[in-house]
């Protein structure tokens, strides 16, 4: 059974940076394409970012395009969210989820295509 984990999660001040991993066990993360998606204080979860597992294919959320950078890392099984200058309106949970590499991505926003889940990590971020 594939699982997922994510870490990296912390408490920053507006302006600083959080690298996020999330690593997949029970399989190879060159079989999946992966989302962050994230769930902010009474708000619906929304899609961060995407990696096809070909990896060539990395859409952002517009609030994340140009501080965010979504990266994989095959050979660990791991794929990583790089977040810069973060502000308050990204405080969330934020987690990973795995879905089977076929299709070419578009429907990368559809929560509902993602079979595994992880847990999530808390990322507050506060003066």
């Known amino acids: 059974q594939v699982q997922l984990v994510e870490s990296g999660g912390d408490l920053v001040r507006p302006g600083d940076s959080l690298r996020l991993s999330c690593e997949l066990s029970?399989?190879?993360?060159?079989?999946?394409?992966i989302a962050w998606i994230r769930q902010a204080p009474g708000q619906e979860r929304e899609a961060v970012s995407y990696t096809a597992s070909g990896g060539s294919y990395r859409p952002y959320l517009k609030a994340a395009e140009g501080r965010f950078t979504i990266s994989r890392d095959n050979a660990k099984d791991t794929v990583f969210l790089q977040m810069n200058r973060l502000n308050v309106e990204d405080t969330a949970v934020y987690s990973c989820?795995?879905?089977?590499?076929?299709?070419?991505?578009?429907?990368?926003?559809?929560?509902?295509?993602?079979?595994?889940w992880g847990k999530g990590t808390q990322v507050t971020v506060s003066s």
């Open positions: 029970g399989g190879f993360l060159n079989h999946y394409a």
């Open positions: 989820a795995a879905r089977g590499r076929g299709g070419d991505g578009s429907n990368w926003r559809a929560l509902s295509t993602y079979r595994f």
